[in-house]
């Protein structure tokens, strides 16, 4: 088995996965926003006594939870606007696709989390006057962040990998950027090597900034 | 009864699902008053306390804390509906409450946590809160652990926080749910010795306990509570001495051995 790598045929075009890793960031910031933001309401709402907020907040989440993310993305860019007449560019459906495709997630890891805390925590806030607005902010809410934080970083490196799904809406991340430059190149495998090493670099920092943030609000209490 | 008693207590029901906890109680504490409730577990004591601050929501009857109706408000058919959770929250926070699990806010301090309801809730200024704080961690006897965060004191300690916690917001009324069942006994004097205090100085006060030998000594009346329903009330020494049902004197002969 003879292959010759070739990398230096790559390194000439480094200027691409530089300008695709932005793309990629940005995408994966911008829907980690709408997720979280998502997440926070529909977990709420999921917790919530009426059912009028508890149903809706279910479907949301099981359905997005249990079908596919290429799915949900190819029918809001080409499906919605047959139907509804919207119709977003390929940058704006990604970004709603995985801010709705992480809300799911993320409901459900802020759902866990405020579950997590004690029921006692909630009487004691309330035996001294507090609103449930105002337990939830100061009282139930910052423990149960504390150990939101592993999970959200698992979804956090998942909605990254995620971005590549772009692809297919010919968003110019990662993914999509490499496969342009395969078809210049005829170099996949040291493309699609590339390709991981920059999802690595990217990713993995961010995994060790999380541990020691860990670490760091487990010494206070 | 008058209007001026602390708490009164009407035709009270609660149920949990099909379970029927609170079987239509009635009750007046006093201004001033300490009242003991005893009876097995599971014969709603704990229910009914949580009903007087609307913890639990309850599903017929009234409660009432001085003037105000606790939890519903009066509707123009003359039916009661929920009241608003600002009102509920604000009668609330005129009742203090000793949990068995003490529940202090595992990441704030002893003073952050007796401080959290009077700067966040009554919106005093956090210097003179701490002050306040640090008086009432001096009279409850852990000024020293101030600054200790719950996981690092003693379960004696952790519930002598709570109660300056509630104290904290200076309340008409304190209810303690089984203060010291979760206690190490060797630490049981130590909080019965703050309620002590608490009630000599005319706090009113509604305690579920186990404690036999507190009741006897520092309750102005006892009630026996068993099934849902009030079996038996009196002074402590008629219903240590001579309880007049057969459930509270079977209850006695079990506990006090």
């Known amino acids: 088995m003879g292959y010759v790598w070739h990398f230096e045929v790559i390194w000439e075009y480094q200027a691409v996965f530089y300008r695709a890793a932005v793309v990629t960031v940005e995408v994966t910031i911008g829907s980690l926003a709408i997720g979280l ?12 006594q009426r059912a009028a907020l508890r149903w809706p907040a279910a479907f949301y989440i099981e359905s997005f939870r249990s079908t596919p993310v290429l799915v949900q993305l190819v029918w809001i860019y080409y499906a919605l606007p047959v139907l509804s007449g919207v119709q977003m560019g390929n940058v704006t459906s990604l970004l709603v696709g995985l801010g709705l495709h992480s809300g799911a997630y993320f409901a459900e890891i802020f759902r866990a989390g405020i579950l997590s805390v004690e029921r006692g925590q909630m009487d004691a806030a309330k035996a001294i006057g507090m609103r449930h607005f105002q337990a939830m902010r100061r009282i139930i ?20 990998k995620l ?26 495998l040291e493309v699609y090597t590339v390709l991981a090493v920059a999802f690595g670099v990217i990713i993995f920092p961010i995994i060790l900034l999380s541990q020691q943030l860990e670490r760091a609000l487990k010494v206070r209490s | 009864m008058s209007e001026t008693s602390a708490i009164r207590v009407r035709g009270l029901h609660k149920h949990f699902g099909a379970n029927h906890v609170l079987r239509g109680i009635d009750l007046t504490i006093e201004r001033g008053e300490v009242l003991v409730i005893i009876g097995p577990s599971g014969s709603g004591k704990s229910t009914l306390l949580r009903c007087l601050n609307f913890l639990e929501e309850y599903d017929q009857g009234e409660v009432w804390f001085g003037e ?13 509906v929920r009241d608003r959770e600002r009102n509920v929250a604000r009668v609330r926070a005129q009742m203090g409450m000793v949990f068995q699990g003490f529940n202090l806010f595992p990441y704030k301090t002893v003073l952050e946590n007796v401080i959290e309801g ?25 000024a020293d652990k101030a600054d200790a965060y719950p996981s690092r004191i003693s379960g004696g300690q952790q519930q002598r926080a709570a109660i300056a916690r509630a104290l904290a917001m200076r309340p008409q009324a304190m209810l303690f749910d089984e203060p010291t069942s979760s206690l190490d006994p060797e630490l049981v004097g130590e909080v019965l010795d703050v309620m002590r205090g608490l009630a000599a100085e005319g706090m009113t006060m509604v305690v579920v306990t186990h404690e036999m030998g507190f009741a006897r000594d520092v309750a102005d009346r006892v009630v026996m509570m068993d099934e849902g329903v009030l079996v038996e009330e009196g002074a402590p020494s008629e219903i240590f001495r001579a309880p007049r049902q057969p459930r509270t004197a079977e209850f006695l002969r079990r506990v006090i051995h």
């Open chain 1, 141 to 160: 809410l910052p423990p149960a962040i504390r150990r939101m934080i592993p999970p959200f970083i698992n979804e956090f490196a998942t909605l990254m």
């Open chain 1, 163 to 188: 971005t590549t799904l772009g692809t297919v809406l010919a968003v110019g991340e990662l993914l999509h950027e490499s496969e342009n430059l395969i078809n210049n190149t005829y170099r996949p």
């Open chain 1, 37 to 48: 933001a998502l997440g926070l309401a529909f977990g709420m709402m999921r917790l919530s």
């Open chain 2, 68 to 80: 105000h109706l606790v939890g519903y408000r009066r509707a123009r058919d003359g039916g009661l």
């Open chain 2, 118 to 142: 009077p700067v966040i809730v009554q919106r005093q200024a956090p210097e003179s809160a701490r002050e306040d704080g640090l008086a009432l961690l001096r009279k409850v006897g852990i």
